[in-house]
């Protein structure tokens, strides 16, 4: 049984930076793609940023491209997402996802095939 396991969310004012982890388990997660999705009141859910299983390859949404700077450690079986310059439009709660399809480059929400519980996110003005 794969489980991600998000941490890092909270309050912070615009301009502030947050970093966010997620902790796998349950699988061989070195060999899968890795990501962060978010989702704001209202909205369907959306990619942020992802990383292939040897950390060669990064995928930003144009939204944070320049701001958010995904990571991963095979060895921890861990993922971060570094953000930046945090404006109020990131305000949501934040996904940790895994894929299991070889090859993806950027992932859609129909490719995930794992989900972390989420973690809020909240950037004040």
């Known amino acids: 049984q794969v489980r991600l396991a998000e941490s890092g969310g909270g309050l912070v004012p615009e301009g502030g930076s947050l970093r966010l982890s997620c902790a796998a388990s349950?699988?061989?997660?070195?060999?899968?793609?890795m990501a962060w999705f978010r989702q704001a009141p209202g909205k369907d859910r959306e990619f942020v940023a992802g990383i292939i299983w040897s950390g060669g390859y990064t995928s930003y949404a144009d939204s944070v491209k320049g701001r958010f700077t995904i990571a991963r450690n095979n060895n921890e079986k861990t993922t971060t997402l570094q953000m930046n310059s945090l404006n109020p439009e990131d305000t949501a709660v934040y996904y940790c996802?895994?894929?299991?399809?070889?090859?993806?480059?950027?992932?859609?929400?129909?490719?995930?095939?794992?989900w972390g519980q989420g973690t809020q996110v909240t950037v004040s003005s």
């Open positions: 349950g699988g061989p997660i070195e060999n899968w793609y």
């Open positions: 996802a895994v894929s299991r399809t070889f090859g993806v480059l950027t992932l859609q929400v129909s490719d995930v095939h794992y």
